[in-house]
């Protein structure tokens, strides 16, 4: 009688059968992030932006939602504030632009959609949805992607949306200092004609030192499918239609059911190279390789030896996660089935 009580029991305590772990992880981006450099407004305000997005996408995977829709939610927290390099906080190309990118992933169809060198999609993670689930294509850029997302109903607004005067000076910041590193006079990129918010919110934006910004999320609902995104605004100064690993799959952003989902975030050219974010997958499947212990492998070893600095979030289907990164700070954080959010910044 015992046996069976204690039997009993246990199924109580069981997820019900088919059921698994919800689980979400994000980030928003790595670089010199030290406490040091961050003033205790910033850092309160960063923590506020990334426990909302927590919140967005669990609210969906508490629901029984999918992970496509919890990771979609999440990322467009992230877009929508201008504290994170996406969306209306997009850093400014050499020219003066907002040149988006974004992608996302389908853990159980290995459907993918990715949108690159965007300047008029407000949320580019939902055009990257649109591309895979509503065209016969993975990747569309410029101008072709935006009528492609105004005909399936995605909100468009003016290229000055995306203005923020601190990635504005930081763009000045970087062509002054390219400027004495080649010795050679260049024409200043003239300032957007748009409306100056002169919100608070800009003020806190952290633009001290080296930092590689990128949101991205990861997510497992109740079905046991994972789901990945990643959204951009690049590097500031870059040229010639430059595209990083983001919207590249295998490289920035993956999901596979039978390994795991990840996001990146980093120096693009280096992820693109090591084709990061499938390697850590590749790992798991081929090697037998943990989720943590491929990320590791990947993020902590084979990224420093090829110099290639930032760091990704990576989650399985069992729930288990790793946010391993080799710069000195990144922005990320966790929810699980429990509830509890827990958010970090620095490296201990």
């Not at 072709?144 to 990635?167: C, N």
């Not at 596979?256 to 989902?261: E, L, P």
């Not at 491929?294 to 760091?311: D, I, M, P, S, T």
Request: proline share 3%.
């Amino acid at each position: 009688m015992k046996k069976w009580l204690l039997l009993l029991a246990g199924l109580a305590a069981a997820p019900a059968f088919g059921q698994s772990d919800i689980t979400l992880v994000i980030h928003g981006g790595a670089g010199t992030i030290t406490r040091k450099n961050m003033t205790p407004e910033k850092e309160k305000a960063y923590r506020a932006a990334l426990e909302q997005a927590l919140k967005a996408g669990y609210a969906v995977l508490q629901k029984g939602g999918a992970s496509l829709d919890a990771v979609e939610e999440a990322i467009h927290v992230m877009e929508d504030s201008p504290l994170f390099n996406a969306g209306k906080g997009a850093v400014f190309t050499h020219e003066g632009k907002n040149e988006l990118d974004a992608a996302m992933m389908d853990g159980k169809t290995g459907k993918a959609g990715a949108v690159a060198g965007v300047t008029t999609i407000r949320n580019p993670i939902s055009a990257a949805r649109a591309v895979m689930e509503k065209s016969q294509h993975v990747m569309l850029i410029g101008k072709g992607a935006e009528v492609f997302a105004k005909e399936k109903g995605l909100e468009i607004v003016d290229p000055g949306y995306f203005y923020t005067e601190s990635r504005w000076n930081a763009l000045q910041k970087a062509i002054e200092q390219e400027k004495v590193e080649l010795d050679h006079s260049e024409e200043k990129p003239k300032k957007p004609d748009m409306k100056k918010a002169g919100s608070r919110a800009d003020d806190l934006i952290f633009t001290e030192g080296k930092k590689f910004g990128t949101v991205g999320c990861v997510a497992l609902d109740r079905n046991g499918n994972l789901a990945a995104g990643t959204s951009t605004g690049g590097m500031t100064n870059k040229r010639y239609g430059r595209v990083g690993d983001a919207p590249i799959i295998g490289a920035g952003t993956y999901a596979d059911n039978a390994t795991c989902a990840v996001s990146a975030t980093g120096h693009g050219e280096y992820f693109i190279r090591s084709v990061v974010a499938y390697d850590i997958a590749a790992l798991m499947k081929y090697k037998g390789l943990s989720v943590a212990d491929a990320a590791k492998e990947v993020v902590l070893k084979k990224l420093v030896e090829k110099g290639g600095e930032g760091g990704v979030i990576a989650l399985d289907a069992k729930g288990n996660l790793a946010m391993p990164f080799n710069s000195e700070g990144m922005y990320r954080g966790y929810v699980k089935s429990d509830g509890k959010i827990v958010v970090e910044i620095y490296k201990d």
